[in-house]
Every structure is written in C-alpha cells, then in structure tokens.
DNA sequence: ACGCCATACCAACATATGTAGATTTAAGAG
DNA sequence: CTCTTAAATCTACATATGTTGGTATGGCGT
C-alpha cells in the first residue's frame, strides 16, 4: 500500500520559493540558496515533486563552457493549487484537504 | 623583460602524464587524479602550457545531462618534443636544452 | 500507546572546471 | 651571496547537479 504524507516542511518550503515567481523556471541551484535546503535533500525532492506531477523540468544550456548544464523548474497547476491550499496553514500542522 | 623558467616539478610531471599515451586525449579531471596536482596548480599550468603551445585543447560534450563539458588536452609536437628531452634529466636537476 | 518500516532527510562524496588572493619560488641584478 | 620581484603555486571558494549510505520521521496496524 502506497503511503501518503503531509508535506514536510522542506516541501513547504520549496512550495513557497516556487510560488514566489509563479510561472517563473527557477534553476536547482538558487532554489538551494532561497530555501536553505542541501543538494542532497532538494534534489531527490525534486524529482519526487516531478513524478507526482506537481513540479515540471526542462534541461537549459549551460551559459558558459564548463559548466554544467541546468535544470529548469516550475510548478504545476497542480503544484499551484497545493501551494494555495497549503499557503492558509502553518508548516507543521497538518492540511487535511491534501489528503483527498 | 621576460623571464624564462626551468619547468616546475608540477609542469613535469604534467608533461610525464600526457606522454604516457602520446597522441591520446586527456582530461583535466583525470591529470588532477593521476598527477595528484589540485585544481589550482593544474589548469592554469594547463591554459599556460595551451598558450605556449606546449599543448592543444578542445571541448567535448558531456556524456550525460547536468555534467559540465569537458576540457580534453593532448601534447603538441613541441610538447612532445620537450617531454621527451625532459625524460632524460631528474625532475630538479635544470635542464640547459630547453633554454636554448 | 507502541513498534514496524516505508519514506524522507542529511552529511559526505563525486563529477568537472575554473577564479581570487596569499604565499612561495627562483631568475636576474648588484 | 643577497636582494628584488615576476611568475608559479597553493588554499579556499564558486558553479551546478546528482548519488550513496546512514539516520530520523511519521502513518498505520495492533
């Protein structure tokens, strides 16, 4: 059985950084700066984020020779309507509309 | 007035490196890790050694996304040439030839 | 209330290249 | 030999993304 959980506070967190600029592609490496969160813990969010559908990707070309190329992030209509519902209550308490 | 210098125990070794598989080209990432020299030392020594014609550089995509391209190096025939005079003295020990 | 254990998080590492600023080295002058 | 000083080196940082492996969190069943 498929687990469910109320976002964490990170998630709450990205949430926010998203909803910020909506509409805006944000780069991985700011959202790291913004939320405070580590490499380790925003990326694989990331990613999850993505497979559920709430946050959408896209490669862009690196500015410069040498560096990496950058992945481009975005929320969802999905994503924004969680950010909405979640913006009414706290970080640790828990949403019960989310669960539905 | 310019100043010509002996070659360095790093630029040595450097040279010692991209001869080991002549014609072959090599990293800068990989030069760190077999030479032991840091990022530092080895690619301003590397883009000197470019501008003296020592050796010749070029891109190279990266293999996968999110990975920064890639600097390959790979001696010239005056590098060579060098390398192989170099062969002959210890690495402290001046070597007259290549004032000439 | 308690433990199970899936999920999420975090520290460290890995990939690659490069710059800034302080220190060290060594060539040429005296 | 010693002084001056340009060139080379080294430490630390910066850019970017991602994985590995161990720890912590929290839903759910009992």
């Known amino acids: ?3 469910k959980r109320q976002p964490s506070k990170q998630m709450y967190r990205l949430l926010e950084a998203l909803s910020e600029a909506r509409g805006e592609w944000r780069h991985g490496y700011d959202l ?3 939320t405070g ?3 380790g813990t925003l ?8 497979e559920q559908g709430l946050v959408e990707a896209e490669w862009r070309e690196p500015a410069q ?5 950058r992945h481009a992030y975005r929320l969802t209509s999905a994503g924004a309507a969680l950010a ?4 009414g209550s706290a ?4 949403f019960k509309g989310a669960l539905a």
Chains 1, 2 share one sequence.
């Open 91 to 94: 970080p640790g308490q828990p």
């Open 32 to 34: 790291m700066k913004v």
């Open 65 to 69: 020779p040498g560096r990496p190329a």
């Open 1 to 3: 059985m498929v687990r």
């Open 43 to 50: 990326y694989p969010l990331l990613m999850r984020m993505t």
């Open 84 to 87: 909405r519902d979640l913006a």
């Open 37 to 39: 969160l580590l490499s």
